[in-house]
């Protein structure tokens, strides 16, 4: 079932199109300035930042055809580049949906999904780029197998390369081998490497354990009967805990003859200190959820509270290093923003990690 999509549809230079910039109206589908019966996918994006990636995957969905009546909706989480208004200028047939703080990929997920009117909803981040006819491809295959609960594409990077697009359920072992001093004895690498990278094979639809939520297919029933995503993951491994809840009663499956465009981080290497100590809560809060001994949890949150001053020591002396050195600043600039995400979580958040 999988097929090769031209390479052409990879190529990032959708993202170089000119602020303001945009195809005449009439170019567009009818269905997107025209009402409709009904409505096949209802594309909800929660946005945060990243103006350029937001409107090269707004013109990939709407000016060119998909072969499906869509809708999107847009829940922005108080973006300061100009995202909302940019889209509200440039894309007026999207429902916009304005926070007024940064409410969380969960929360605002489900604001566009409840506004959403869509057989299926499609979760997209706002990284994507979507070859045409996708939609139509991921209904079609949708429809020819009800009973499954999430459908998700190929992904692949901007240059092509492909992307992990499933992986397994997390394990404490695996997620415990990120601790600096575990992972430099290597302690748990294995369960690691088999969490990271052992399981995934890019070729052949099959039944996974965990989506990568840059982009999936939920049938509307699906999301009423399960339930919306989990509003207590703020950024990062809500799509474990929804591929796993819904995974208990319908099938989460990977189809890599359908591929999407996932350049992949935008969001969270823009703000490294509210992504980072977010991401160790959200798996705190996940193994609670999945049913981890309350002794194996209190351990896991202690390790990594000890490990925490170590971490940022170690970014501190790497930062310094590399500006003596005079390396690149990129790696100079990943370095300082690492020792301040590791900084934020000391300082502000290791108090809701031990309530997760």
């Known amino acids: 079932m999988a097929e090769t999509l031209d390479s052409a549809l990879f190529a990032p230079k959708v993202l170089a199109a000119p602020r303001g910039v945009r195809r005449p109206r009439d170019w567009r589908p009818v269905w997107t300035h025209s009402p409709v019966e009904t409505i096949d996918v209802s594309v909800c994006i929660a946005n945060w930042n990243c103006i350029e990636y937001l409107r090269a995957c707004l013109q990939s969905l709407l000016d060119q055809p998909q072969g499906v009546t869509l809708e999107i909706i847009i829940a922005d989480n108080a973006s300061a580049d100009g995202a909302p208004e940019m889209v509200a200028r440039e894309f007026p047939e999207v429902t916009l949906i304005r926070n007024t703080?940064?409410?969380?990929?969960?929360?605002?997920?489900?604001?566009?999904?409840?506004?959403?009117?869509?057989?299926?909803?499609?979760?997209?981040?706002?990284?994507t780029v979507v070859p045409e006819f996708t939609l139509e491809k991921l209904t079609?295959?949708?429809?020819?197998?009800?009973?499954?609960?999430?459908?998700?594409?190929?992904?692949?990077?901007?240059?092509?390369?492909?992307?992990?697009?499933?992986?397994?359920?997390?394990?404490?072992?695996?997620?415990?081998?990120?601790?600096?001093?575990l992972r430099w004895t290597g302690i748990f690498r294995k369960?690691?490497?088999?969490?990271?990278?052992?399981?995934?094979?890019?070729?052949?639809?099959?039944?996974?354990?965990?989506?990568?939520?840059?982009?999936?297919?939920?049938?509307?029933?699906?999301?009423?009967?399960?339930?919306?995503?989990?509003?207590?993951?703020?950024?990062?491994?809500e799509d474990v805990e929804y591929s796993d809840r819904i995974g208990r009663s319908k099938a989460c499956v990977y189809v890599p003859g359908i591929e999407i465009i996932h350049y992949g981080r935008v969001s969270s290497r823009q703000n490294v200190t509210f992504a980072a100590p977010n991401l160790m809560i959200g798996y705190a809060r996940y193994f609670r959820k999945s049913g981890v001994p309350a002794w194996s949890l209190i351990g896991y949150k202690l390790v990594f509270t000890l490990d925490a001053p170590m971490q940022f020591l170690t970014m501190c002396v790497q930062y310094f290093w590399r500006r003596v050195t005079g390396a690149s600043p990129a790696h100079v600039g990943k370095s300082r923003m690492g020792a301040l995400g590791i900084w934020r979580f000391l300082t502000r958040e290791i108090a809701r990690f031990w309530r997760a």
């Open 101 to 127: 703080e940064n409410l969380g990929f969960a929360k605002a997920s489900n604001q566009a999904a409840e506004a959403a009117s869509g057989q299926y909803l499609f979760f997209l981040n706002n990284d």
């Open 140 to 181: 079609t295959f949708a429809r020819a197998h009800p009973n499954f609960g999430m459908i998700g594409p190929r992904l692949r990077d901007g240059k092509g390369k492909l992307q992990i697009s499933y992986r397994r359920k997390p394990t404490l072992k695996a997620m415990l081998h990120r601790a600096s001093v």
């Open 191 to 237: 369960a690691y490497d088999d969490y990271r990278r052992d399981g995934f094979e890019p070729d052949g639809v099959r039944r996974v354990e965990v989506l990568m939520g840059a982009a999936v297919l939920v049938p509307r029933d699906v999301y009423r009967d399960c339930g919306g995503w989990d509003e207590g993951f703020i950024f990062g491994v």
